[in-house]
Nanobody, 129 residues
């Protein structure tokens, strides 16, 4: 059974940095898209960044240049270092495991939430001005 556990959330001031991590169980398939989503209070869950095992990455426009998604395949850990954080980055962040499709299949956009097969429990990020 695939299980995902996030860590690294917290409270920071505007302009600060955080690094989120997501540890996958040994049952996490290797040839799939992994992604980070976020959900702010009263808002829908949105894709932030995604990575395929082949190395392709993609980002939501508002985080390009500030967030970086990467994966340590040997340890089965997904990372999301975040720099220059803004108040609007405040949200619950979720790690997600998707279908065995390339990012090309998604037009190089973050896969939709409907294609996610496993979610982590979330880690909260609060950015204060």
């Amino acid at each position: 059974q695939v299980q995902l556990v996030e860590s690294g959330g917290g409270s920071v001031q505007t302009g600060g940095s955080l690094k989120l991590s997501c540890a996958g169980s040994k049952y996490t398939p290797s040839q799939i898209c992994m992604a980070w989503f976020r959900q702010a209070p009263g808002e829908e869950r949105e894709g932030v960044a995604a990575i395929h095992s082949g190395g392709d990455t993609t980002y939501e426009v508002s985080v390009q240049g500030r967030f970086t998604i990467s994966k340590d395949s040997a340890k089965n850990i997904l990372y999301l270092p975040k720099n220059s954080l803004k108040h609007e980055d405040t949200a619950m962040y979720y790690c997600a495991a998707g279908l065995p499709l390339s990012l090309r299949a998604y037009g190089y956009y973050v896969p939709p939430a409907a294609d996610i097969r496993c979610w982590g429990q979330g880690t909260e990020v609060t950015v204060s001005s």
